[in-house]
């Protein structure tokens, strides 16, 4: 089995910080990318960030406002977000697309955290 467990959400004032975590455990061979996605009621779950082996990428909506970060060591992934706006309130999911084994390779959600931004 493989889990995701995030960690980090909460309520925070506009122009405010928030770091979001997410611990990968389980049966692991290898992660391609990690990403974290978010959601709000009515909506499509969208891109936030993603980070592969060796790059990064980011929806434009937070282009120079989050940072993503990857502990291959530790199978760790983590969302720094600064400047937030009322916007960026959401359900955030953690995720990952990684391989249990050599030949099975599989994409993986954690049970999101909420991220509440107040004007």
């Known amino acids: 089995q493989v889990q995701l467990v995030e960690s980090g959400g909460g309520l925070v004032q506009a122009g405010g910080s928030l770091r979001l975590s997410c611990v990968v455990s389980g049966s692991i061979f290898s992660i391609n990318a990690m990403a974290w996605y978010r959601q709000t009621p009515g909506k499509q779950r969208e891109l936030v960030a993603v980070?592969?082996?060796?790059?990064?990428n980011y929806a434009d909506s937070v282009k120079d406002r989050f940072t993503i970060s990857r502990d291959n060591a530790k199978n760790t992934v983590s969302l720094q977000m600064n400047s937030l706006k009322p916007e960026d309130t959401a359900v955030y999911y953690c995720y990952a697309d990684l391989y249990r084994s050599r030949w099975s390779r599989g994409n993986y959600w954690g049970q999101g955290t909420q991220v509440t931004v107040s004007s």
């Open positions: 980070a592969t082996s060796g790059d990064t």
